[in-house]
C-alpha cells in the first residue's frame, strides 16, 4: 500500500524495516507512551511481523524519501468498516514536527474517505494529555477510562466536521493530487 497526500508518503511496512521500527520502538521516548514496555527483541519483532495479517494495515511514514516513524490501523473489522488506528514518530530529528499530524490526516482521509471506514477506535495511555487532546481535536470522544487506558472512538461525520479545523494548515502541505495504490491482495479486501 502507498498513501500520499499533505506532502507525507505512507507506504507498507517490510521485513526489512523491522531492525529500524525495533530500534526506535525500544527508545524511551517512545516506548514510554506504549502499553508493552519490555525491551522488544529481534526474535519477538520477527514474530510478530509474521503474524500480522489482511486485519492489520502498519505502513511506514515517509518524508521526502527518509522513513521517520510508523501508522497503522490494526484489529480491523471489515464488516463493520473499523479499526483501531496509531502513530509514533521513530526519528528524533522528527519528533516535534509537524510531520505526525500530516501522516495522520493523509491516513485518516484514506481510510473514512477511500476506503469507506465508519469509524476509527484508539486506546492512549492516560497520561499521554497531548495525544488525548489531538484526538478529541480531530473529532474522537472518549468511551471510557480504565487504569491507565483511555478508550476513544471517532466517526467519518465528526472526523469531516473536526478536519475543517485545520484545513489552512493542510492546505499548506497539499502540493499534488493525493495518491493511494493497493496491492492486488489489498484491492481485494479495500474494495
Known amino acids: 500500500m502507498r498513501i500520499s497526500n ?3 508518503e505512507l507506504i507498507s511496512m517490510t521485513a526489512s524495516d523491522l531492525e529500524m521500527v525495533r ?10 507512551y506504549m502499553f508493552y514496555q519490555n525491551t522488544i527483541t529481534e526474535e519477538r519483532q520477527r514474530k510478530w511481523f509474521k503474524s500480522l495479517d489482511e486485519k492489520d494495515v502498519y505502513l511506514m511514514i515517509v518524508n521526502q524519501g527518509k522513513k521517520i516513524g510508523v501508522i497503522n490501523v490494526k ?3 471489515w464488516w463493520r468498516r473499523t479499526g483501531e488506528a496509531g502513530v509514533f514518530i521513530g526519528d528524533q530529528d522528527y519528533r516535534n514536527s509537524p510531520l505526525a499530524m500530516q501522516a495522520i490526516f493523509a491516513m485518516m482521509d484514506a481510510f473514512f474517505y477511500e476506503f469507506r471506514f465508519k469509524a476509527l477506535k484508539a486506546t492512549v495511555k492516560s497520561d499521554n494529555e497531548n495525544a ?4 478529541q481535536q480531530l473529532g474522537y470522544k472518549v468511551l471510557s477510562e480504565k487504569d491507565d487506558k483511555v478508550n476513544m472512538e471517532c466517526y467519518r461525520s465528526p472526523y469531516t466536521e473536526a478536519r475543517t479545523k485545520f484545513t489552512i494548515v493542510l492546505e499548506k502541505f497539499c502540493k499534488d493530487k493525493p495518491e493511494t495504490e493497493l496491492s492486488k491482495a489489498e484491492s481485494s479486501y479495500f474494495g
Open 23 to 32: 530500534t526506535w520502538r525500544n527508545h524511551p521516548d517512545v516506548s514510554d
Open 75 to 77: 484489529n480491523i473489522d
Open 132 to 135: 488525548i487532546d489531538f484526538n
Open 6 to 8: 499533505y506532502g507525507i
